[in-house]
């Protein structure tokens, strides 16, 4: 059984072509990973706090076994900004870039 490496190298050809530009790719790329980080976050937060408790009993913290299973999951997952790499690599990912106001209608407002 094959284990995926931690590291993985990206043609940075291939991540530009969809923008035109790196560092906008890169833009797009970190945004995404910030979504599915905050997704995850939350739904992790939501499981954990089923287990919540009012005393802090240090046995009772060692002894629950679902709440480390569940902690030990989320920790194998692949990270977020892998799966947003992935994501834009495969053109699964919708964004659109905001047109730059011309100089002379930025100086007016």
């Known amino acids: 059984m094959a284990i995926q490496p931690a590291l993985i190298t990206r043609d940075v050809e291939k991540i530009s072509d969809a923008t035109g530009n790196l560092y906008r790719s890169v833009v797009v790329i970190s945004k995404r990973a910030r979504q599915i980080s905050m997704n995850l976050k939350e739904e992790l937060n939501n499981k954990l706090a089923e287990f919540a408790t009012t005393v802090d009993n240090l046995e ?4 629950n076994r679902e709440q480390i299973e569940i902690s030990k999951f989320y920790e194998r997952m692949p990270k977020p900004t892998t799966t947003a790499t992935e994501e834009f690599i495969e053109n699964k ?5 905001r047109e730059a106001l011309p100089a002379e209608e ?3 407002e």
């Open 60 to 63: 009772e913290v060692f002894e």
């Open 93 to 97: 990912l919708n964004y659109r870039m």
């Open 106 to 108: 930025s100086k007016m």
